[in-house]
């Protein structure tokens, strides 16, 4: 079965600080994709991104930007000069076959 | 406002009482889906619905009933709950439902179940 790691359980920066959340996953499947999620304190899971397996190009989106390592089953996620509205739990997730399976999550708290 | 829309908001329920959770989405969607999201836990799989059948039960206790009357509603039937079923309840739904990938997924802002 597929596995998620988010090692970061909480984060907490000051406002304009650049982050990175990790998320190392672990597949046997040569086809899958990969997706952040964001969820605010209203609890509806927001989505950021999704990225296939085959796609290991860099995606710069605004202030979000992430890097897709198949040599380290990592799918990393920066925000660049944060806001407090970026303050959420964000969850990186891998989907196959059907099924997605979430990590645990980072706690990220931006602090003005 | 999210595309997917899931009633109650709040419930508080007896581990006697029956009850429905519900979730409609308008997007033209073909698979559904339920999630249960306990406090500070990521949100875990219960059911998959793809063109309104049942794909994938994640081996849920049968006091869950999921029910997909139509390929824009699916519903959550609710009967001699535990304390411990108190969680998030999330509903989502996805255009796509290949053999690979649920594609992506919208999720309602989901349900609160508290059982007394």
């Known amino acids: 079965a597929q596995k998620v790691t988010q090692a970061q359980t909480e984060i907490s920066v000051v406002e304009k600080e650049d982050v990175t959340l990790d998320c190392v996953y672990e597949?046997?499947?040569?086809?899958?994709?990969l997706f952040w999620y964001k969820q605010p304190p209203s609890g509806e899971l927001v989505f950021l991104i999704r990225?296939?397996?085959?796609?290991?190009q860099n995606e710069i989106s605004g202030r979000y930007s992430w890097n897709f390592q198949k040599s380290t089953s990592s799918f990393n996620f920066t925000i660049t000069a944060s806001q407090v509205v970026d303050s959420a739990v964000y969850f990186c997730a891998l989907s196959e076959n059907n099924d997605m399976r979430f990590g645990a999550g980072t706690r990220l708290t931006v602090k003005p | 406002d999210t595309e997917v829309t899931q009633t109650p908001k709040h419930l508080v329920m007896g581990m006697t009482n029956k009850k429905s959770l519900k979730c409609e989405q308008h997007?033209?969607?073909?698979?559904m889906y339920w999630y249960k999201q306990k406090a500070k836990k990521p949100p875990e799989l219960m059911f998959v619905y793809s063109y309104e059948k049942l794909s994938i039960n994640e081996s849920v206790p049968s006091r869950f009933s999921p029910e997909c009357p139509n390929s824009s509603l699916l519903n959550l039937h609710l009967h001699a709950l535990q304390p411990e079923d108190s969680a998030l309840y999330l509903c989502?739904?996805?255009?796509?439902?290949?053999?690979?990938?649920?594609?992506?997924?919208?999720f309602g802002e989901g349900s609160r179940l508290t059982v007394l």
């Open positions: 597949t046997r499947d040569t086809t899958y994709y």
């Open positions: 989502a739904s996805s255009q796509e439902v290949t053999l690979v990938s649920a594609g992506e997924l919208f």
């Open positions: 990225r296939n397996s085959f796609d290991e």
């Open positions: 997007m033209g969607h073909r698979a």
